[in-house]
């Protein structure tokens, strides 16, 4: 089974500083990995996925993230966040071949200030 | 392309009454469809899980229930909403059998029960 840690449950920023939300993961096989993010009273938009290859992934609205396997790490990263960066970010993992379920983190609620 | 639609948007029911939220899915096939529920700073918790018409598992035991009518409609229900049940339902697909089966989010329904 797979398990998904994102140790950080909220985190304040000022405008155009740079931002890392971290996430970890736990699990006995390979994995993909994921990146969502939520608007407010809105569903969950996907920013980027992990699925081989390159482990630097780029995705939406400037946003990267970086596979570790051997510190079973996925931190998301922005150079510069802008006030319509705030919002939730969940982590997700699903295991390479196992269930088509997806194991999610908690969330990170970013909010940046101006 | 695809379309996820969710309805409704915010219901407020009184505990003990019936509940049934709808899911549908456009553009696509025999999609693997999803339940979560999102309580407040709980995450993402996993309620049902489809893999076609008339095939679903039960992620947590409760008083809600899951049918699936038709290839594309996801329906969740109550026969007496607890308070407990309050919370924000998110229904998501995926591709079945794809390789890395990113799921695809609607925009959720508020639930109140009072």
């Known amino acids: 089974a797979q398990s998904v840690t994102q140790l950080d449950s909220q985190v304040p920023v000022f405008e155009e500083a740079p931002v890392e939300l971290r996430c970890n993961y736990s699990?006995?096989?390979?994995?993909?990995l994921f990146w969502y993010v939520q608007y407010p009273n809105q569903g969950l938009q996907l920013l980027l996925k992990y699925l081989s290859g390159s482990t630097l992934v780029k995705g939406i609205n400037g946003f990267e993230a970086e596979f570790n396997k051997s510190q079973t790490s996925f931190h998301l990263r922005k150079p510069s966040v802008h006030i319509s960066d705030t919002a939730e970010y969940f982590c997700a993992v699903r295991s390479v071949g196992g269930s088509e379920k997806l194991v999610f983190g908690k969330g990170t609620k970013l909010t940046v200030n101006p | 392309s695809q379309t996820i639609h969710q309805w409704p948007a915010t219901l407020v029911q009184p505990v003990g009454s019936p509940l049934s939220l709808e899911c549908t899915v456009e553009?696509?096939?025999?999609?693997?469809l999803y339940w979560y529920r999102q309580a407040a700073g709980r995450g993402l918790q996993l309620l049902f899980y489809?893999?076609?018409?008339?095939?679903i598992s039960s992620e947590v035991p409760q008083n809600l229930s899951a049918s699936r009518p038709q290839d594309r409609q996801f329906i969740l229900s109550s026969k007496k909403l607890l308070l407990s049940d309050s919370g924000f339902y998110l229904c998501a697909w995926s591709r079945a059998g794809g390789m890395y089966n990113e799921q695809f989010f609607g925009p959720g329904t508020r639930l109140t029960v009072l």
């Open positions: 553009g696509t096939s025999n999609p693997n």
């Open positions: 699990s006995s096989v390979s994995v993909y």
């Open positions: 489809s893999v076609g018409i008339g095939q």
